[in-house]
């Protein structure tokens, strides 16, 4: 056989071996990939010829190269690893990736080399990043070696060279939906933000540079950025840190430091991450079986006695009642402490900030997979929480509201409240079709719900 046919069958093979591995990496990533359920879709982006069917190919060639040409590299920074910092040498982090037809993000499991010890406090929490990142560490990031395991993202698919760089989930629900338009294309390994700051400019700037790139993908602005990587990240070493930080600072927390959020949207925002990250309908802490009854009170000492009464009178008795205090000024938080049940919880709000906040963070606490509302002037019929629930287990429901009667000094009103018997989202939002304490849903399958502030 000539030296050109064996050359040819080589390549051949090599193409085929990298095909068919890329292919079952691919298929491994899924099984550890999940959709961001709870949050609102964005528009999905139409993506041109070279990003939808070039881009491809040229990620599998680049990551199968540097894995096999930088093989030693590989195996000398994992002995270093678990030489200086013990097991596991690689760390994985799920972070938010390409947005589906539905206009939700995927979260896809991220590859590094292992830069911080696991050292933790007396209470079993982990200690301060700066504290965890050792000079060794250190060396690792300013290289930029601990990279080098996304090269395994880039063949499994989740991750391309090129591309707006993947953020964490808990950044991306600080995100506006021009903003999270960057997870139209997939995250890159480097991008127009990394070769223009990095991390040392601002939040804004690096979704700015972003939402660029996405405007027109090209090879020839791809291959730029590559220059430019090697150029600033590897030799020059630009932007690594941020304001000598161990790492970036978190987007929400920048929000929240320059007063761009408050605090309660702050903590609504970083309970939606872990819902997320707790891959949502597959939460291990939510009660199957118990109902968790939201309450907001403020100044209600007239009436909330009857209200819990008419809960712990209910037949169906596994359920939790969680009640958010407005900074009632009345008796109404007496009354509700003088009443002896342990599955009653009460919260109260440092400063006065209306029922739906309230609501917002009684949610926040609720154990329960069911969730339900009740007013603290406002009472059920015995059955309400039986009936209800046997209904929605029966026909598999996971959002319900019904119509509800109007008792007045001990009669009823002779008329009946009526809810259409189907609302769309969008008629949810634009009007409240149904009362609120007619309302039960399952939150394994809804996520977590919070109520907007007008």
């Known amino acids: 056989m000539s030296k050109k046919k064996v050359l040819g069958c080589l390549l051949t093979g090599a193409v085929v071996t990298t095909a068919v591995t890329a292919t079952v990496m691919k298929n491994k990533a899924k099984k550890t990939t999940y959709k961001a359920e709870s949050i609102d879709p964005i528009t999905p982006r139409e993506m041109g010829f070279y990003e939808k069917y070039v881009k491809r190919a040229i990620d599998v060639t680049c990551a199968t190269g540097a894995i096999v040409v930088f093989s030693p590299i590989y195996l000398g920074v994992a002995a270093l690893v678990r030489t200086k ?17 539905d206009g939700k993000e995927t979260v896809f499991k991220m590859y590094k080399f292992r830069s911080m010890t696991d050292e933790r406090d007396e209470n079993g929490d982990l200690l301060p990043d700066e504290v965890r990142l050792t000079k060794f560490g250190k060396w690792l990031r300013n290289t930029s070696l601990d990279e080098l395991p996304e090269a395994f993202n880039i063949l499994n698919g989740t991750m391309s060279v090129i591309g707006p760089r993947p953020q964490l989930v808990r950044d991306m629900v600080f995100m506006s939906k021009e903003q999270r338009m960057r997870h139209t294309a997939k995250p890159g390994l480097s991008g127009l933000a990394q070769v223009n700051g990095r991390n040392a400019i601002s939040w804004e700037d690096k979704m700015n540079w972003d939402l660029k790139y996405i405007k027109k993908v090209t090879f020839k602005e791809d291959l730029k950025i590559i220059f430019d990587t090697v150029k600033k990240a590897f030799i020059k070493q630009e932007g690594i840190t941020q304001d000598d930080m161990a790492t970036a600072e978190d987007l929400g927390d920048y929000l929240l430091r320059t007063e761009k959020v408050d605090q309660a949207e702050y903590e609504c925002q970083q309970r939606k991450a872990k819902m997320i990250l707790d891959k949502e309908t597959k939460r291990t802490d939510l009660v199957n079986d118990l109902v968790s009854i939201i309450m907001p009170s403020y100044n209600a000492e007239k009436y909330i006695t009857a209200a819990i009464r008419s809960i712990q009178n209910q037949t169906y008795e596994n359920w939790e009642l969680i009640i958010v ?130």
């Open 85 to 101: 910092l013990g097991s596991p040498v690689l760390f994985t982090q799920d972070r938010p990736g390409l947005v589906g037809p």
């Open 325 to 454: 205090d407005d900074c009632s000024s009345d008796n109404t938080i007496q009354i509700i402490e003088s009443i002896n049940d342990s599955r009653i919880r009460l919260y109260k709000n440092e400063k006065n900030s209306g029922a739906a906040i309230s609501r917002n963070k009684a949610l926040r606490e609720a154990k329960g997979r069911w969730i339900a509302f009740l007013d603290s002037d406002d009472v059920w019929v015995k059955e309400k929480l039986e009936k209800q629930l046997s209904f929605m287990r029966k026909n598999d429901y996971a959002f319900t509201y019904t119509d509800y009667r109007i008792q007045l000094n001990g009669k009823w009103l002779p008329y009946i409240n009526t809810a259409p018997n189907y609302v769309n989202k969008k008629k949810m939002y634009d009007y409240c079709y149904f009362s609120t304490i007619t309302v039960m849903y399952d939150q394994t399958k809804v996520g977590l719900i919070q109520i907007a502030v007008i």
